[in-house]
């Protein structure tokens, strides 16, 4: 059974930071590209940010770099989110997501909400 398990998220002053985790199950981790989306209320999805399989190498929305930044561990077959310097306008549910040429896979998702 295909599993994304997100935790991390929660309520966090403007700059602050958090570390969304997200824990998978059921599948060859090591075989997919990873990414982070999030959905803020009354928006489409987008993508935050993306780690390949192959070489791990990474790409953000623009408005992030600099300010978080992804990775993942194959051995624990988790990958990470770390989130800099957040802004009220990071609120949003951030999900999970695995990828190959054949299968797509998401979690649950997890609410990040910045505010004082």
């Known amino acids: 059974q295909v599993q994304l398990v997100e935790s991390g998220g929660g309520l966090v002053q403007p700059g602050g930071s958090l570390r969304l985790s997200c824990v998978a199950s059921g599948f060859t981790f090591s075989w997919f590209a990873m990414s982070w989306y999030r959905q803020a209320p009354g928006k489409e999805r987008e993508l935050v940010a993306h780690?390949?399989?192959?070489?791990?190498?990474?790409r953000y929305l623009d408005s992030m770099k600099g300010r978080f930044t992804i990775s993942r561990d194959n051995v624990k077959n988790t990958v990470y989110l770390q989130m800099n310097s957040l802004k009220p306008e990071d609120t949003a549910v951030y999900y999970c997501?695995?990828?190959?040429?054949?299968?797509?896979?998401w979690g649950q998702g997890t609410q990040v909400t910045v505010s004082s």
């Open positions: 997501n695995a990828r190959n040429g054949l299968y797509d896979y």
């Open positions: 780690i390949s399989s192959r070489d791990g190498s990474t």
